[in-house]
């Protein structure tokens, strides 16, 4: 499995899935024409990482297992990127049994209400730790 580096562009966000160093980053704006094209990738990758993490800590049970943390910190998302999102978060929520902790961290900038909002009701929705934190 290979780690996911997407550059940020005018419509779509910044994204690192990196499973060797366990830093996962999704930052900017989320607009892009196709977005359901966009998060397929990300989509399957997740399934790819779950697969990785239930192979690594059933042939190696003396692996500890990791504290995960997803950060996501957008300035803008449309409709069918919240949907999107929305579809990754309870992808990543599918990765809780091979983890010792797995949190959510939702950045926004401290005048940004929308996505300050849109953390809090991704928050309801998700059954795992979920940090809306102002940046």
């Known amino acids: 499995m290979n780690a996911i580096t997407l550059d940020k562009t005018e419509f779509t966000p910044r994204v690192l899935l990196d499973h060797v160093n366990f830093k996962f980053e999704i930052e900017g704006e989320s607009s892009p024409e196709d977005a359901r094209q966009f998060y397929?990738?990300?989509?399957?990758?997740i399934d790819d990482f779950g697969s990785y993490l239930h192979f690594l800590y059933?042939?190696?049970?003396?692996?500890?297992?990791?504290?995960?943390v997803f950060t996501f910190h957008l300035d803008y998302v449309t409709s069918s990127s919240l949907k999107n999102i929305y579809d990754l978060l309870m992808k990543i929520e599918s990765l809780k049994p091979f983890t010792d902790q797995l949190t959510i961290r939702w950045l926004h900038d401290a005048d940004d209400e929308d996505m300050q909002d849109n953390g809090v009701e991704f928050a309801k929705m998700v059954k795992l730790p979920f940090e809306?934190?102002?940046?």
């Open 40 to 45: 397929a990738p990300l989509l399957k990758w």
């Open 58 to 68: 059933s042939n190696s049970p003396k692996t500890a297992k990791r504290n995960i």
């Open 132 to 135: 809306v934190v102002s940046a």
